[in-house]
């Protein structure tokens, strides 16, 4: 079979999204990946090579002890390097499509590999809940939810659920926003591992929070998602997000009453939603 090097993006949640593409693209290729979340193909027939990055979180992965065995050399072999295109999703063109263009093949089962191993000491279902965050490396801030939403949703569902906050806070290179949810357990300051960190979205009831890897791991992993919308919505809207090839029944948007459909990252969109705890409690309860 014919080499090929495959260099990813580096985003968490952008690797879920292609991993349907390196599933098919392994049946016909001696595949190579250069990546920061070799974990996410482990099952696959590929191999790996070595991601420099200065972003924390990738940087952080890679530095594990248990990967340094996992990656090789490889010279002199075809390469891509598949990325989303701006204008396309501009037009409505969901993220998913535009990689099949880039990729040029069609995408296998949306899926991960099972990481269940993470054990927690509860009788009730767990729900996982995603502060909203900002971090200097990548500023999102019109993309997040209103945080008072996350704190309210957080309240409802630990009468009823064991709650766990994830996120990686430092005050410095990633911020909480106030105000910050409730939570029976906050593993908010980098614990867990990405396994862990998929592991428990695996387990859990539900997962609620704004855009980002949670869309296309509780897709991936059937979990049900409660997405809180905030605006970016020419970017983060649902039909860019998603694709009718990826099984939604999971999944809820929460969308704001005039959602905003700017492009920018830091853009004063009004975030507000109707009887918000009204279509929480229906979905997640």
Not at 29 to 47: A, N
Not at 85 to 112: C, H, N, P, Q
Not at 232 to 243: F, L, M
Request: hydrophobic share 40%.
């Amino acid at each position: 079979m014919k080499k090929l090097l495959v260099k990813t993006q580096l985003g968490l949640g952008d690797n879920i999204y292609q991993r349907p593409f390196i599933k098919s693209l392994a049946k016909t290729h001696e595949l190579y990946l250069q990546t920061p979340w070799p974990q996410l193909y482990s099952d696959l027939p590929v191999s790996f090579v070595r991601q420099n990055t200065t972003l924390r979180t990738q940087n952080k992965n890679l530095q594990r002890q248990d990967l340094q065995s996992k990656f090789v050399s490889i010279n002199n072999v075809a390469t891509i390097e598949p990325r989303y295109v701006g204008e396309d999703l501009k037009r409505g063109i969901s993220m998913f499509e535009g990689l099949v263009k880039a990729y040029k093949v069609e995408a296998d089962t949306f899926d991960l590999p099972s990481f269940k191993t993470i054990k927690l000491n509860t009788k009730k279902p767990i729900c996982v809940i995603r502060p909203a965050t900002i971090r200097n490396e990548w500023i999102a801030a019109s993309r997040n939810p209103a945080p008072e939403y996350l704190l309210t949703a957080s309240r409802i569902l630990m009468k009823t659920h064991y709650v766990i906050s994830v996120a990686d806070i430092d005050n410095h290179n990633e911020i909480g926003v106030e105000p910050l949810p409730e939570a029976h357990l906050h593993l908010t300051e980098g614990q867990l591992s990405m396994e862990e960190l998929l592991g428990l979205i695996q387990i859990a009831d539900v997962v609620v929070g704004g855009v980002g890897f949670i869309v296309p791991a509780c897709i991936a992993s059937k979990t049900r998602l409660f997405c809180i919308l905030g605006g970016n919505g020419g970017y983060n809207s649902p039909e860019i997000i998603t694709d009718r090839r990826m099984d939604l029944s999971n999944i809820y948007f929460a969308k704001p009453d005039n959602f905003c459909k700017c492009t920018s990252a830091i853009h004063n969109c009004d975030k507000r939603i109707s009887n918000f705890e009204e279509k929480l409690k229906e979905f997640c309860l």
